[in-house]
């Protein structure tokens, strides 16, 4: 047996790496949502409603249902990325979820029922910044700049 290595190169176009990045971030943000200190008031986290006195560094509310959207947008933006068409597809209509669930959140009674997420005032410019940001994302990073190629060696033994 000799040890060799393999270069792999991947070209990414910088939609691609948007939603690879957008995507990270969701999840990091799911798995912080669990992370008690990092979010306030953990022994309150419920699964959904507005009864979760739960916050994201003390900020955004949070249930266990909002912790998982967050890790599922996670984990799509992650496979979108593979194709700039995805990725240019998850970003967009990413952001649109985002832009609704802000018109969402203004409309409700954020003490009601209807809350399930749960949102507070926070999270709705959250939502509304994330919307904007994510259809930006999707619709200027198809423009800008020729792929990125990214080469990582990566050793093995036969």
Do not use: C, E
Not at 22 to 42: D, K, Q
Not at 110 to 132: E, K, Y
């Amino acid at each position: 047996m000799t040890g060799s290595s393999i270069a792999r190169s991947r070209t990414r176009t910088p939609v691609q790496w948007a939603a690879l990045v957008v995507g990270a971030v969701f999840l990091l943000v799911g798995v912080l949502g669990f992370i008690p200190g990092i979010t306030t008031g953990y022994d309150t986290l419920t699964f959904a409603g507005h009864h979760s006195d739960a916050q994201l560094l003390g900020i955004f509310n949070v249930s266990v249902l909002h912790n998982l959207v967050h890790l599922l947008f996670g984990v799509v933006g992650i496979a979108a990325a593979r194709t700039a068409g995805a990725a240019k597809a998850f970003l967009i209509v990413g952001g649109i979820v985002y832009l609704v669930l802000w018109v969402y959140g203004l409309v409700i009674d954020l003490d009601s029922a209807a809350n399930f997420v749960p949102v507070n005032t926070a999270d709705n410019w959250l939502h509304f910044g994330l919307g904007v940001a994510m259809i930006g994302l999707g619709l200027l990073a198809t423009k800008i700049g020729p792929p990125v190629t990214t080469t990582a060696t990566s050793p093995y033994t036969r």
